[in-house]
């Protein structure tokens, strides 16, 4: 099991035995997962003391557990599920071309109307080239850059996350001193530079010495707006990447088709030289792209290296622009063009957010709700500052205290709301959808309300 509680073991905590009588089935398959999975889980954030809910199924806004437990789900699939689970246009396509074959090993009809929608909707897509994954994408992307500038290095932000490939690791979650992580060569991380979010004087300093071949940056800053990024920091970077002839890379996974249906470049009108999608790119199935440039795309392009004289980037991937992937993608996308999805999930972002801290000024913790679009982070305000919920300002706090609240608070609360029927991500952050109603923001704001008092009473808060 992946935490030292199990099922039969006695705790103190009222939340944590309420959660294992409440959850019997899930327990016994945490269990099970613990004999196969390194800490049972099969992605690193979903970790939760004693274990998490094992889903069956979703609907809409909605999800149940192994146990008939239904929560409100604002885990939102990482953020791919802006049309909410199982939305029919989707699932119909997925269904009628599951039944034509999942895998033909040759280029498909579908793979193009898919690229042709995204060009459609994404001004700087001059060409497309599909990947499996945003973690693969992000790997192409920063392979293009150095293959067509010649330089070595690539310049990220400390905090802003990119996948899970090497060159991503370092300046995450830790190793902020460039050191490599576990497992990583060191002239690989010797090959990462790092700069603090929103620091252009750092970033012109490294720019300067000609060896960086990309920024890669998360539009909104990272996680989402977590540590949130001004637009105008975009353009700065875009002025100076275009004067000393570095690409610029917006990862585009969590924003893209998100902050607006050309992606967060439409919305703050910031062109990059390539972006990385995936999540909503492929409607909720595993899917990614790189689009950008075409001169930077040549690279991959057979004919074009041998015109040019040089090396062809190689790119291989069983299960790129496969036709499951292209027709949940086109489907969503379709959608997403068509109707104000981007805006209608907005707007129940903001108001779920007021909802959240009318309950937060009302428990007078000093806690805050705040976010991008149609996200929203829960500040624990470990600083213990004087916070306004409805005035806080993320841009005025430190992104140690916006990412790092203590691990038992954090996992602690998130099962309180488990318990009173709302799921969040372990960072108490999560995304909404067109299928979010105002009986889900009620719903949302009363599970709070309770889970901060049961937190009281356990001595957490």
């Known amino acids: 099991m992946s935490a030292a509680l199990r099922p039969a073991d006695p705790t103190n905590s009222r939340i944590v035995a309420a959660w294992l009588a409440r959850t019997p089935r899930s327990a016994a398959l945490a269990e099970q997962a613990g004999a196969l999975f390194p800490s049972g889980i099969t992605h690193d954030a979903r970790l939760q003391d004693p274990y998490g809910p094992f889903i069956e199924r979703a609907q809409g806004g909605h999800k149940w557990d192994a146990d008939g437990n239904r929560y409100v789900d604002f885990y939102g699939g990482h953020g791919a599920l802006i049309l909410g689970h199982a939305h029919p246009a989707v699932t119909a396509r997925i269904a009628e071309v599951a039944g034509q074959g999942t895998q033909f090993g040759a280029s498909h009809p579908l793979e193009v109307h898919w690229a042709t929608q995204i060009k459609r909707m994404v001004a700087s897509a001059e060409r497309i080239r599909f990947t499996s994954s945003g973690t693969e994408a992000t790997l192409m992307a920063v392979r293009l850059a150095r293959a067509f500038t010649g330089r070595p290095k690539l310049l990220r932000f400390k905090g802003h996350f990119h996948g899970w490939h090497d060159h ?11 050191t490599p992580t576990a497992g990583v060569l060191a002239g690989v991380a010797e090959g990462v530079v790092l700069a603090a979010p929103g620091d252009a004087a750092a ?16 539009p909104t800053g990272a996680s989402f707006g977590q540590v949130p990024l001004r637009p105008e920091f975009l353009h700065t970077l875009r002025r100076m990447t275009e004067a000393q002839g570095t690409l610029l890379i917006l990862d585009e996974v969590v924003t893209g088709f998100r902050i607006a249906p050309g992606g967060a470049q439409a919305a703050f009108g910031v062109r990059p030289d390539l972006t990385t999608f995936a999540k909503i790119v492929a409607g909720g199935l595993p899917g990614a792209a790189v689009v950008g440039r075409k001169d930077v795309l040549d690279l991959l392009d057979f004919a074009e290296t041998r015109r ?17 992937a292209a027709a949940a993608g086109l489907a969503a996308l379709s959608i997403i063009a068509a109707e104000d999805v981007t805006g209608r999930a907005e707007a129940t972002a903001a ?43 993320p841009h005025a706090v430190t992104m140690d205290e916006l990412k790092s609240p203590t691990a038992r608070l954090l996992s602690r609360l998130r099962l309180a709301l488990l318990l009173n029927g709302i799921d969040v991500n372990g960072r108490l952050s999560g995304f909404t959808s067109i299928a979010h109603d105002d009986a889900d923001i009620a719903a949302a704001a009363a599970a709070l309300r309770a889970s901060v008092r049961m937190l009281r009473e356990e001595g957490e808060v």
């Not at 040019?308 to 499951?324: D, I």
């Open 168 to 178: 991503m690791t370092t300046g995450f979650a830790s190793h902020f001193d460039g």
């Open 203 to 218: 970033v012109a300093a490294l720019l300067a010495t000609g060896e960086v071949a990309a920024v890669i940056v998360e």
């Open 308 to 324: 040019s004289g040089r090396e062809k980037v190689g790119h291989q991937g069983t299960y790129n622009a496969n036709p499951l």
């Open 351 to 393: 108001r779920l957010r007021a909802a959240l801290n009318d309950v937060l000024a009302d428990e007078r913790l000093g806690w805050a709700v705040y976010g991008t679009s149609s996200g929203f982070h829960l500040f624990l305000n470990p600083a213990r500052r004087e916070v306004d919920a409805h005035r806080f300002d």
